[in-house]
């Protein structure tokens, strides 16, 4: 670790040639994610007379993946919401260039003083601020929904499908992650693949940005309640606005509870923060639509991980941890919507 | 008389759990400990119980492709389905299951996409049938636990 310390300072030192005696004081890895190696890091340096210590995230391409995305997609999506209504950490280097850290990487500001696991929103003192940090991660995402393509500069780096498109390019996307990593025949999602194939949803009434994988879990909070950052956008992508909401709500997220997704608000509450929000009336069919996407989306995810680690391109636990627990809840709940019956699994 | 491999897993994993990771420094390397006590308890509740969810749904697919036989129309799949539907196992071995069961559900996959287009009465029978056995299949894989 302190290898690669020494070359990210040598990295900053590099990128900040008004800056002397770069040092990383601290360096440490973070867990979870696995789309990308996500480091804290503590920086020291002189500027002039001055000294000055910042901390840093840095996130590297990995060797393997739950999913393959693009740093860069992530980077321009921090570019474009930082300092607006949608907090994000203020991004800095985006460097695609191997010989630094042998892999592309880029470089932002660490928001301290916040935390991002879901399992605390049950401790205190965030149990007592579930009303807090659920009306602004509803609101937020409306918000997302709302924000104006070309405005934010988004239309310029993303692809921008035909509105009549946006479910098809999606589904296309996902399907063949199954075909291509499932360890064995996959029924249930092939299942409602074809349902979702015969019933298309209509086309949003605008193009939006989608965030991709926007949850509790990828947000952070802080003591007082606030949202301080939302992470996590390397599956950012321009589409129908409903595919982030029905992510947002699908019942693998407050796992096993159905009433509260996300483990916040509600979820007509959460539905109506987000329609006053984004401006947008939720087609509830359309939404259904999507919430069936979004398990199919998570198992394909899920597979992935699972392949990767069956053929040991990457043994991260988290791999075979999310090829296992997540894709055995997804298979349950694409049962119950496509052929329910009274009592839930 | 040797500790069963379950009761093994399960001690393995308390110790991680309650001994090794509380004593790791570095917050990367002990969320790993974690991530691997969680995964030694599934495997221990799936030690028990793997033979029997594979004969379980290898013989109610089978049951499932017998009966969609006699409809379907002479040709290739029916010939893939009878000879399918008659199949014992090799063996009670994971993967000499594992292999049936991919079989087996391959065939499903295909049943299934056969029969759901069709108003015929015999074909909502098969995918009811399909339906019931896709449901009692995520019952009977569902890990007791959800570790996040």
Redesign the interface.
Same mark, same amino acid.
């Given at each position: 670790m302190r290898e690669l310390g020494d070359r990210i300072a040598t990295y900053l030192a590099h990128r900040w040639p008004h800056a002397t005696e770069v040092a990383v004081e601290e360096i440490?890895?973070?867990?979870?994610g696995a789309s990308r190696e996500t480091y804290r890091v503590a920086v020291r340096y002189r500027e002039g007379e001055a000294r000055v210590q910042r901390r840093l995230i840095l996130r590297r391409d990995p060797t393997s993946s739950l999913i393959e995305t693009d740093r860069a997609t992530e980077f321009h999506a921090y570019a474009a919401f930082h300092g607006s209504s949608v907090p994000v950490p203020r991004p800095l280097f985006l460097e695609n260039d191997g010989r630094w850290l042998d892999r592309p990487f880029f470089v932002m500001e660490e928001v301290v003083g916040a935390v991002s696991t879901?399992?605390l929103l049950s401790e205190p003192p965030y149990v007592e601020l579930l009303e807090s940090i659920g009306e602004q991660k509803w609101r937020i995402l409306g918000t997302i929904a709302r924000a104006d393509v070309s405005t934010i500069g988004l239309a310029k780096t993303l692809e921008a499908p035909a509105l009549e498109d946006c479910w098809r390019r999606e589904l296309d996307f996902w399907e063949k992650v199954i075909d291509d990593d499932e360890l064995?025949?996959?029924?249930?999602a092939?299942?409602a693949i074809?349902r979702l194939r015969r019933n298309p949803p209509p086309p949003p009434p605008r193009l939006s940005v989608v965030h991709g994988d926007y949850r509790t879990g990828n947000f952070l909070f802080d003591g007082t309640g606030r949202i301080r950052a939302v992470l996590d956008w390397e599956m950012c992508h321009l589409g129908d606005p409903l595919e982030d909401l029905a992510w947002a709500l699908d019942p693998l997220w407050s796992?096993?509870d159905r009433e509260r997704p996300g483990k916040l608000l509600p979820r007509q509450r959460a539905l109506a923060l987000w329609e006053d929000a984004s401006g947008m009336t939720v087609d509830r069919r359309a939404l259904g639509w999507w919430e069936i996407f979004a398990s199919v989306k998570g198992l394909a995810i899920w597979i992935s991980s699972g392949r990767e680690f069956a053929d040991e391109r990457n043994q991260?636990?988290?791999l075979?941890?999310a090829g296992?627990?997540?894709a055995?809840?997804h298979? @349950?709940v694409l049962?119950e919507r496509?052929?329910p019956?009274e009592e839930p699994? | 008389m040797k500790p069963e491999v379950d009761v093994v897993l399960r001690s393995m994993m308390t110790k991680l759990l309650l001994e090794v990771a509380p004593a790791v420094g570095?917050?990367?390397v002990r969320?790993?400990v974690e991530?691997?006590g969680?995964?030694l308890a599934?495997a221990a509740e799936e030690f028990d119980r793997a033979a029997e969810v594979r004969v379980a749904e290898n013989r109610s697919m089978r049951e499932i492709l017998r009966a969609a036989t006699k409809h379907v129309p002479e040709g290739d799949l029916r010939s893939r389905l009878a000879v399918a539907a008659e199949e014992r196992e090799a063996s009670l071995r994971i993967t000499d299951l594992?292999a049936a069961?991919?079989r087996l @559900?391959?065939l499903?996959?295909e049943i299934?996409?056969l029969v759901?287009g069709s108003d015929e009465e015999w074909a909502r029978r098969i995918d009811r049938a399909?339906?019931d056995e896709?449901?009692a299949s995520? @019952?009977r894989?569902?890990?007791s636990f959800?570790?996040?």
């Open positions: 440490e890895r973070i867990f979870g879901p399992k064995t025949p996959q029924p249930i092939r299942a074809r796992w096993p991260d636990p988290i075979a941890l296992w627990f997540p055995d809840i298979d @349950r049962v496509l052929a019956e699994l | 570095d917050a990367y969320s790993n991530a691997m969680a995964l599934a594992n069961n991919d @559900r391959a499903l996959i299934q996409t759901e399909i339906w896709l449901r995520a @019952r894989r569902a890990i959800y570790p996040f």
